[in-house]
């Protein structure tokens, strides 16, 4: 390891970030470092405005992917470097106004039938069921399940936040058939193959496959699970600002955009457009 890439580590450590951030931002550099063939303490600002421009204009990289590598290459500059560039201020990633992906109750219990391990379909069902994003899902311990208080302890989530969410019945005794098959230790879905828990790349694929010979003509992923849980406890009735708690939004703006996408809404917004055109 360069000492320039453990001084990044240690300051991004210092600042309190997660692993994975840790984990992007260090990818994030790393590739404007090959992009030049050059140790990125060498580069001048206008090179990284070429590169930036280069992210944008040649390999039209998402709004997301180009956030990453700004917020990234910044953080190493203005405090590895301690170089404050104007270039990071002028950098604006196009904000995206795409709404989410969501499957019908029905369509999520399809998916989730066509899997059948047993680690992959529980760790799928705790997700959708709780909302979870899949890394909270992955990394979730055996004492995270509380069944005395029905809840489930999200440890370290999104901003290093803990948070509970309740837990179903049925999602108890799924979890309880799944470790009397399979017992574990700290990890509640522990890796088959090293130490740890199972991986989140796997668990993506073998959703992928199932959604694929479901033949639901959806572009789903996983985090597609957490977004139509989030719909399904909207249509109904239950309280948007209960629902945010349980997702572990910090901003209520965050939740409201499911309201775009219930059934509920979509129906009423028909019933009117239909009485509208009744008469032409």
């Known amino acids: 390891m360069t000492p320039l890439r453990r001084q990044m580590i240690e300051d991004m450590q210092l600042h309190g970030y997660s692993k994975k951030t840790q984990e992007c931002y260090l990818t994030a550099v790393k590739v404007l470092a090959r992009h030049y063939r050059r140790s990125p303490d060498k580069l001048t600002e206008e090179e990284i405005r070429e590169f930036f421009l280069y992210l944008v204009n040649v390999k039209h990289v998402a709004r997301s992917t180009l956030a990453i590598y700004l917020y990234a290459i910044k953080f190493f500059y203005e405090k590895s470097l301690k170089r404050e560039w104007p270039i990071f201020e002028l950098i604006r990633p196009k904000k995206s106004k795409k709404l989410p992906v969501v499957l019908a109750p029905s369509e999520v219990r399809h998916v989730l039938s066509l899997i059948h391990k047993s680690m992959a379909r529980t760790a799928l069902m705790v997700i959708y069921s709780c909302g979870l994003r899949l890394s909270e899902g992955t990394n979730l311990h055996v004492a995270d399940i509380d069944s005395e208080r029905m809840v489930v302890r999200v440890r370290n989530g999104k901003g290093g936040k803990d948070r509970y969410v309740p837990l179903a019945e049925r999602t108890l005794d799924l979890l309880r058939a799944y470790q009397s098959a399979n ?48 719909t399904h406890l909207l249509e109904r009735g239950v309280d948007i600002r209960l629902i945010q708690k349980i997702l ?8 409201f955009r499911y309201t775009h996408l219930t059934r509920k809404t979509i129906t009423n917004f028909q019933s009117i457009i239909n009485d509208l055109m009744a008469d032409l």
Do not use: D
């Not at 890796?191 to 989140?200: D, H, L, Q, R, V």
């Not at 572990?248 to 939740?255: E, K, M, R």
């Open 183 to 230: 017992r574990s230790g700290v990890w509640l879905f522990p890796s088959p193959a090293k130490e740890g828990p199972i991986s989140a790349m796997s668990l993506q694929k073998t959703f992928k496959a199932a959604l694929k010979e479901s033949g639901i003509a959806k572009n789903a992923s996983i985090h597609t699970l957490r977004h139509s849980y989030a």
């Open 248 to 255: 572990g939004h910090g901003c209520l703006t965050s939740t």
